[in-house]
């Protein structure tokens, strides 16, 4: 069965720096793109940052310079560095990994972003 299990949610004042890790396991096959969604009370859920398999990334246009993605491919992690938090950022945050065939969802964690 596989797992997509996220961790490092919690809460931090604007402009602090929240690290969140992502590790997929019970899957042989390999993971073409890894990477984050966020879903704010309300609203749809959004891209935010996805690396592929040869490190090439991609971010949201409102994350970019803020946030950096990185990935281990030897123990199938991902991790996502957020830096310079705004209060918009707040929402649950899921982690994803997609093998080309399917793509496989965490249940995401919490990230509020408050004074």
């Known amino acids: 069965q596989v797992q997509v299990v996220e961790s490092g949610g919690g809460s931090v004042q604007p402009g602090g720096s929240l690290q969140l890790s992502c590790v997929v396991s019970g899957i042989d096959a390999e993971l073409w793109l890894m990477g984050w969604y966020r879903q704010a009370p309300g609203q749809r859920r959004e891209f935010i940052a996805r690396v592929r398999r040869d490190g090439l990334d991609e971010y949201k246009d409102s994350v970019e310079g803020r946030f950096i993605i990185s990935r281990n491919n030897a123990i199938k992690a991902v991790t996502l560095q957020m830096n310079r938090l705004k209060p918009e950022d707040t929402a649950v945050y899921y982690c994803?990994?997609?093998?080309?065939?399917?793509?496989?969802w965490g249940k995401g964690v919490q990230v509020t972003v408050s004074s």
């Open positions: 994803y990994a997609d093998t080309a065939r399917e793509a496989f």
